[in-house]
């Protein structure tokens, strides 16, 4: 069993920054791969970005390509999103997920975080 526990979200002005962090508990975390997915209210969860379990291999949604960052520390059982230039659709709650098997959907991931609200204002 892993549990997954995200922080960070808050509200942000267009164009600003923000940092989310996941940590992990449980199982060995890099033994798992990880990555971010997001909701909007009335939309389906969708992926944002994947990591490998060693962190050489990650994956962006195309949207986020450029303005985002998935990160790792093995050492602190912690992964990270590193989001930039925010948009007013950027806006959702933010989850961590994590899985022995590489993750692109949601149905791939056995673990999923709580959730954190992330709010661009225009």
């Known amino acids: 069993q892993v549990q997954l526990v995200e922080s960070g979200g808050g509200l942000v002005q267009a164009g600003g920054s923000l940092r989310l962090s996941c940590a992990a508990s449980g199982r060995t975390f890099s033994r798992l791969h990880v990555g971010w997915f997001r909701q909007a209210p009335g939309k389906e969860r969708e992926f944002v970005a994947g990591m490998s379990r060693t962190g050489d291999i990650t994956d962006y949604a195309n949207s986020m390509k450029g303005r985002f960052t998935i990160s790792r520390d093995n050492a602190k059982n912690t992964v990270y999103l590193e989001m930039n230039n925010l948009k007013p659709e950027d806006t959702a709650v933010y989850y961590c997920?994590?899985?022995?098997?590489?993750?692109?959907?949601?149905?791939?991931?056995?673990?999923w975080g709580q959730g954190t609200q992330v709010t661009v204002s225009s």
């Open positions: 997920a994590a899985d022995e098997l590489w993750i692109t959907t949601p149905n791939d991931v056995d673990y």
